[in-house]
T-cell receptor
Framework: NAGVTQTPKFQVLKTGQSMTLQCAQD?????MSWYRQDPGMGLRLIHY???????DQGEVPNGYNVSRSTTEDFPLRLLSAAPSQTSVYFC????????????FGSGTRLTVV | AQSVTQLGSHVSVSEGALVLLRCNYS??????LFWYVQYPNQGLQLLLK??????LVKGINGFEAEFKKSETSFHLTKPSAHMSDAAEYFC????????????FGRGTSLIVHP
């Protein structure tokens, strides 16, 4: 089925470890974004991309890196995990036209101990 | 710049009662407006959207929303709540110019009592 696929669904990291959250979409969407969701904070934009090779920072980019080498993939890298990065992470994608809504992945629940 | 305000972090209704979730926006250009629903332990799903074709928009599961430019509002309603409507609801705005990155509201948790 067409959509946004995120892996893994759950992850536990130790402080200081690094990891990559994977995101792939098969809808040929130009726009892709990473959000984190924390209780009472809504969705906060981490990084986004408007096309292959183009990325930019969102509201809370510190401690995260992204790259977009293909239209389909948009991985999120945690450089040195901290307990403050414990959260649920969502990847989302959309066509560039503003009239389109976003398609979200099912999320990655990350715990940093 | 754009912003979205959802009034009430929690809304509680009885099964069969009217559901009203409030969303106000601000933007300098005509907006595109969206409502998303998030069921527990799932990602967000698009519920409905306003793209200027009609001010009253119908979505899935019996929900609808009305765009009121004079009030800068896009409230979500459903005539009769069902237990399965219990979820988190997010309002979002995308502008017709600029980076097209949406701005999301903080979300409203809908609680449905039997």
């Amino acid at each position: 089925n067409a959509g946004v696929t995120q892996t893994p669904k759950f992850q536990v990291l130790k402080t200081g470890q690094s990891m990559t959250l994977q995101c792939a979409q098969d809808m040929n969407h130009e726009y892709m974004s990473w959000y984190r969701q924390d209780p009472g904070m809504g969705l906060r934009l981490i990084h986004y991309s408007v096309g292959a090779g183009i990325t930019d920072q969102g509201e809370v980019p510190n401690g995260y890196n992204v790259s977009r080498s293909t239209t389909e993939d948009f991985p999120l890298r945690l450089l040195s995990a901290a307990p403050s990065q414990t959260s649920v992470y969502f990847c989302a994608s959309s066509y560039s036209a503003a009239s389109y809504g976003y398609t979200f992945g099912s999320g990655t629940r990350l715990t940093v101990v | 710049a754009q912003s979205v305000t959802q009034l009430g972090s929690h809304v509680s209704v009885s099964e069969g009662a009217l559901v009203l979730l409030r969303c106000n926006y601000s933007s300098s250009v005509p907006p595109y407006l969206f409502w998303y629903v998030q069921y527990p332990n799932q990602g967000l799903q698009l519920l409905l959207k306003y793209t200027s074709a009609a001010t009253l928009v119908k979505g899935i599961n019996g929900f609808e929303a009305e765009f009121k430019k004079s009030e800068t509002s896009f409230h979500l309603t459903k005539p009769s709540a069902h237990m399965s409507d219990a979820a988190e609801y997010f309002c979002a705005v995308r502008l017709s110019g600029g980076s097209y990155i949406p701005t999301f509201g903080r979300g409203t948790s809908l609680i449905v009592h039997p």
